[in-house]
């Protein structure tokens, strides 16, 4: 399958450097960086939310859980709840289904990143499926996303 087209695209017209891997397929965040040879600190999750009636994308290290308490504060939102895969799976048509870039602005979805993320030169994500793996400069990425960030206690449990 290979990284989402939409996804290539927009890296390449950006100018970012990138490189992707292929690994044996992973289904969690931290094997997906143990296969990767990534530390769990520099591969940053996509955890789908639904922030008072919208998706919302959590990008945090893979070694972290999202405390939705605290994101309710950060964002100043009436509720917080995980979304479903029911919510959010439309949205991404062209990836697996977990598998989703943590570029959520390709698919019209807002993204909030964990400051503790930020703190890494160089980060790794999954690329739309199982298998496959992009890395970048973390400057790269909050200058092409523009994502909403948060300190470390205001979003990770």
């Known amino acids: 399958?290979?990284?989402?087209?939409?996804?290539?695209?927009?890296?390449?017209?950006?100018?970012?450097?990138?490189?992707?891997?292929?690994?044996?397929?992973?289904?969690?965040?931290?094997?997906?960086?143990?296969?990767?040879?990534?530390s769990g600190r520099a591969y940053a999750k996509s955890v789908l939310v639904n922030v008072d009636g919208k998706i919302w994308m959590a990008v945090v290290p893979a070694t972290e859980r999202v405390d939705l308490a605290r994101m309710q504060k950060c964002l100043e939102a009436k509720k917080v709840k995980l979304a479903s895969e029911a919510e959010f799976s439309p949205l991404f048509p062209d990836c697996d289904l977990g598998a989703m870039p943590i570029f959520g602005s390709l698919y019209g979805v807002s993204v909030l990143v964990s400051h503790e993320l930020t703190e890494n030169?160089?980060?790794?994500?999954?690329?739309?499926?199982h298998r496959d793996i992009v890395r970048l400069k973390i400057g790269d990425f909050l200058a092409a996303e523009k994502p909403r960030v948060c300190e470390r206690e205001a979003i990770l449990a």
Do not use: C
Not at 9 to 22: A, I, S
Not at 121 to 129: P, S
């Open 1 to 38: 399958m290979g990284i989402p087209e939409k996804l290539a695209r927009f890296l390449q017209e950006r100018n970012l450097p990138f490189k992707v891997t292929t690994q044996p397929e992973a289904f969690t965040a931290q094997q997906s960086a143990q296969a990767a040879q990534v």
């Open 121 to 129: 030169d160089e980060i790794a994500f999954t690329a739309g499926t």
